[in-house]
RNA sequence: AGGCCCAUGGUGUUAAUGGUAGCACGUUGGUCUCCAAAACCAAAAGUAGGGGUUCAAAUCCUCUUGGGCCUG
């Protein structure tokens, strides 16, 4: 007995089967990759110190409904990881999980700020960080879930980022050069003084650009990139669904947001005087439904590019969330 | 039935003097340390089919197929 429990100790969860990141199955297949997810996750939850169970998966592949069971089943809080349910006055477009569907389960990092009062990444960040610790301290289980992949990285690879906030004139000034004379001119400079940064950026990739160089301009040093050892122990379910059925799941999502009011949720927001780059108005369901209600396009229209744009996103989604060597992926439906 | 016109990637093309088949959208793959639901990069994929003229055909001729318009 003694043996056969040394002996999962040694197999601990975070050794579990990791598939390679070139040689792995296409997503859709893996779907059944574990059937004992469940089992591995309470076993996972009796040998972390600071356990941390994290859900990802593209837009409307099922995360909020798999969160809420389990959720249940380990008596976690659930922290969203999204960089858009952040703002009030978003529900809607965004998603998030009314009220009355949490099911008494405490969700944190939702509706927190107004989209006037953007929050930067490192502010997140620490945020959510705390808010980790402190449900650890309530003896329960901490959540992420969520689709935006940045976010998710910052915690668990603890991204050490330096406290620059944007500089706004800064970058003004940089915008109107690059403007001027191009943003290869820019690459050209942002060579010469951070030559590694330089060498991952696109010449034609402008927003890059700028952030390297204002790192550069107000700090001195160069642009950070080494990752940090995780401070959690991390167990990642990830929402698989085949890619033609979460197109479909998309497109009827859209369609469902629109009878739910999306509409006028946009036109509240315009009404409270958000300008446009303000990172919430640039939201899928926001940016997408402005031209119809300053009727330069049809309902119709905008919901096609909503729709078609939100298609995108998943498949960006994707790409990042293949980084990690380390997800669990499941089917929705087997849960 | 006769006459006329048209046929270019999945879609669109009012792109290509007889001389490198291009562009856009979509699709797929990727990059990523604070605007990330953003920004950026890349790839696959086409001349409806057969024959002919020519050094060379998407382009000219011809037949077939498919589509459109006109006449009856």
């Keep these: 007995m003694k043996v056969k429990l040394?002996?999962?100790?040694?197999?601990?969860?975070?050794d579990l089967p990791v598939i390679p990141a070139y040689n792995r199955l296409p997503m859709s297949l893996s779907t059944n990759f574990n059937p004992n997810l469940i089992t591995d996750l309470q076993f996972f939850l009796q040998t972390a110190k600071t356990p941390l169970v994290i859900i990802l998966g593209p837009t409307a592949s099922g995360k909020t409904a798999a969160s809420i069971k389990i959720a249940k089943l380990i008596n976690g809080e659930i922290i969203s990881?999204?960089?858009?349910?952040?703002?009030k006055g978003m529900e809607i477009g965004t998603e998030s999980i009314p009220e009355n569907e949490r099911r008494n389960i405490p969700h944190h990092m939702i509706g927190v700020t107004t989209p006037d009062k953007p929050l930067?990444?490192?502010e997140y960040k620490d945020l959510t960080t705390q808010k980790i610790a402190e449900i650890h301290t309530r003896k329960k289980i901490p959540m992420l879930v969520g689709g935006t992949g940045l976010y998710i990285s910052a915690i668990i690879d603890a991204y050490d980022l330096p406290s620059i906030p944007p500089d706004k004139k800064f970058r003004e000034k940089l915008e109107k050069e690059a403007k001027k004379n191009g943003s290869k001119f820019l690459h050209e400079k942002l060579q010469k003084i951070d030559p590694a940064a330089a060498a991952t950026i696109h010449p034609n990739n402008l927003p890059y650009i700028i952030r390297a160089l204002e790192i550069n301009h107000i700090t001195g040093r160069n642009k950070k990139t080494a990752k940090s050892k995780s401070p959690y122990d991390i167990f990642i379910i990830g929402m698989d669904q085949p890619r033609a059925k979460l197109y479909e799941r998309i497109n009827n999502r859209v369609n469902l947001q629109i009878e739910k009011g999306l509409v006028d949720e946009v036109k509240k927001l315009l009404a409270a005087g958000y300008k446009e780059y303000l990172p919430a108005m640039s939201s899928l369901g926001v940016k997408e439904i402005i031209p119809y209600i300053e009727g330069e396009k049809s309902l119709g229209e905008c919901v096609e590019i909503l729709q078609k744009n939100t298609r995108h996103y998943a498949k960006r989604?994707?790409?990042?969330?293949?980084r990690y060597d380390n997800v669990r992926w499941i089917s929705p439906d087997k849960l």
């Design 6 to 14: 040394f002996f999962r100790l040694a197999n601990s969860s975070f």
């Design 81 to 87: 990881t999204d960089s858009r349910q952040l703002y």
């Design 120 to 122: 930067t990444l490192a």
């Design 317 to 322: 989604q994707m790409t990042w969330f293949r």
